[in-house]
């Protein structure tokens, strides 16, 4: 989990690939049920039926087993959302400032968080209100910074190694 841009596809993939595990990412399994764009759902239906929706799939996606679950940045707002991932799963927060958010995505047009006047204020309030109920949720914090996606990978599979979640792996 984290901030929108964080790196929570693109290192859960590596993540459930080095793991031997399924990958499922909570919005692609939302956009398959509504079968249309979470973006078009929103603006259609609003965000308590989005957030509805999301609560349903992340409280069924929780209890899958052995997988690696990404899950929209938002996700942690509802409580439900923060006891399953919390009481169900290993949850690793992927930490990352606003402002190295921002650096990686200001040229993306594809992030409806960033069409506005602000995007970088935007990443601000958003840090603001969820690092906290990141922090909540989090069995693990690891800092993004500007590492690779590889060493990130090898940093949550050593945190995961040390708390005997996992067994050790071949780097």
Same mark, same amino acid.
């Given at each position: 989990?984290?901030?929108?841009?964080? %790196?929570?596809?693109?290192? %859960?993939?590596?993540?459930?690939?080095?793991?031997?595990?399924?990958?499922?990412?909570?919005?692609?399994?939302?956009?398959?049920?509504?079968?249309?764009?979470?973006?078009?759902?929103?603006a259609r239906e609003g965000e308590q039926a989005f957030r509805d929706l999301e609560e349903q799939v992340i409280d069924e996606l929780s209890q899958n087993g052995a997988c690696v679950l990404s899950t929209g940045g938002g996700a942690i707002?509802?409580?439900?959302?923060?006891?399953?991932?919390?009481?169900?799963?290993?949850?690793? +927060?992927?930490?990352?400032?606003?402002?190295?958010?921002?650096?990686?995505?200001?040229?993306?047009?594809?992030?409806?968080?960033?069409?506005?006047?602000?995007?970088?204020?935007?990443?601000?309030?958003?840090?603001?209100?969820?690092?906290?109920? +990141?922090?909540?949720?989090?069995?693990?914090?690891?800092?993004?910074?500007?590492?690779?996606?590889?060493?990130?990978?090898?940093?949550?599979?050593?945190?995961?190694?040390?708390?005997?979640?996992?067994?050790? +792996?071949?780097?």
């Amino acid at each position: 989990m984290g901030l929108p841009g964080s %790196g929570k596809s693109t290192i %859960g993939r590596q993540l459930a690939r080095r793991l031997d595990v399924k990958f499922i990412d909570s919005d692609q399994v939302i956009e398959q049920r509504i079968a249309c764009s979470i973006r078009e759902f929103f603006a259609r239906e609003g965000e308590q039926a989005f957030r509805d929706l999301e609560e349903q799939v992340i409280d069924e996606l929780s209890q899958n087993g052995a997988c690696v679950l990404s899950t929209g940045g938002g996700a942690i707002l509802r409580a439900a959302n923060r006891a399953h991932l919390h009481q169900r799963t290993q949850t690793v +927060y992927l930490h990352s400032a606003p402002e190295e958010v921002f650096r990686r995505l200001k040229n993306d047009q594809s992030r409806p968080l960033l069409q506005v006047p602000d995007p970088l204020a935007r990443l601000k309030e958003l840090y603001a209100a969820r690092d906290p109920l +990141y922090r909540e949720t989090a069995h693990f914090v690891v800092e993004t910074g500007r590492p690779s996606v590889s060493t990130l990978v090898n940093t949550i599979l050593m945190q995961l190694e040390l708390a005997g979640i996992v067994p050790a +792996y071949p780097r």
